[in-house]
């Protein structure tokens, strides 16, 4: 089976509100980018990944005029994929929702939240968690932007697993000016996002518990080495969600990252940074799995363009994978 991560650079301005391609030269939200050009990217490379589940993080909208739902399936037709069903879980307020793709024929998936509103420990993730962030005595408020996914699966065979879809909020200081107060903003976001993964420690710390196969997947925007404020905190988001301690997941490339000490770390993102007019690549998107499922022969690659020579040695997916978002897939192949 093929399970996919892929971070999709502003989908939802490739569809109208009746959750129709939008296939013109008008630009769309990448840089450089028209939607005919980033629609024929995405099939391209989706149709050649051919997966059993695509995990899609910046998902088109959802809102009172536009579905996400119907966008990722009416996708899914136009360019015959297996994947052409959808689910989502809480809607969010960024249009970018957190959505799974699947083959109906190999699964059968349904939103399927836990945790209780309210609760001391792992609460439901459109709720609220409490904890204290800066040793002050005081509890902080944290809520998530995008609500992680949460999805019961069931193969063909029958085999029954739990998913996770996440995407962490970005550490980015927006609207600070100043050394100082970028410096205090980038600390505070860090400190959310941070209470954030332990947040979803807690709900994997149940599921591994109870002894129940996990994936999860998805955009961290963290990971070993990533900003000049790791070393005020110790640990990574992708550390915390992990786990430290026996049950852990595992991702092989987080822990390459991880142990890594003269070696380059994978990367699965890239983007272009204008003022020092450059590209800067990093790892921020994961499939992480439980033990159990490790023994089932997983095999992970990124379908990186210039790192992965498959892609590299077919140039129409090579440009197609840098023209479609500033993401890369992740893919998991399993013996589920």
Not at 18 to 35: C, M, N, Q
Not at 85 to 101: C, D, F, S, W
Not at 194 to 222: C, F, P
């Amino acid at each position: 089976m093929r399970i996919v991560s892929y971070n999709i650079e502003w989908f939802d301005a490739l569809f109208d509100d009746a959750g129709e391609l939008l296939i013109d030269d008008r630009w769309s939200a990448r840089r450089d980018v028209t939607r005919a050009m980033q629609i024929e990217a995405l099939g391209l490379v989706l149709t050649a990944i051919d997966a059993d589940a695509i995990m899609v993080i910046e998902a088109p909208d959802t809102n009172t005029r536009r579905s996400s739902i119907r966008a990722l399936q009416n996708f899914g037709e136009a360019f015959a994929l297996r994947a052409d069903r959808a689910v989502i879980g809480y809607p969010n307020q960024t249009q970018q929702e957190i959505a799974l793709m699947y083959d109906p024929a190999v699964l059968d998936v349904r939103h399927d939240p836990q945790g209780l509103a309210g609760a001391p420990h792992a609460p439901r993730f459109d709720g609220h968690f409490r904890i204290d962030l800066d040793v002050d005595a005081t509890e902080d408020d944290i809520t998530f932007s995008k609500p992680p996914l949460e999805l019961a699966v069931t193969t063909a065979a029958g085999r029954v697993l739990r998913m996770i879809g996440v995407h962490l909020k970005s550490k980015a200081p927006h609207g600070a000016t100043g050394r100082d107060q970028v410096m205090r903003l980038s600390i505070a976001n860090r400190r959310k996002q941070l209470a954030q993964a332990i947040w979803l420690r807690q709900r994997v710390a149940q599921h591994l518990a109870g002894g129940e196969s996990l994936i999860l997947m998805g955009d961290l925007n963290d990971g070993p080495g990533l900003d000049e404020y790791e070393h005020l905190f110790g640990r990574s988001s992708v550390e915390i969600v992990m786990g430290t301690e026996p049950p852990q997941l595992f991702d092989p490339h987080a822990h390459q990252a991880l142990s890594r000490k003269l070696t380059a770390a994978p990367t699965s993102a890239r983007f272009y940074i204008k003022p020092e007019q450059r590209f800067l690549q990093a790892l921020l998107d994961y499939v992480m799995i439980s033990p159990d499922l490790m023994e089932l022969n997983p095999r992970w690659r990124i379908w990186h363009p210039f790192d992965d020579p498959d892609c590299w040695s077919r140039p129409e997916l090579r440009d197609a994978l840098i023209t479609a978002s500033d993401h890369f897939p992740v893919v998991l192949d399993i013996d589920l």
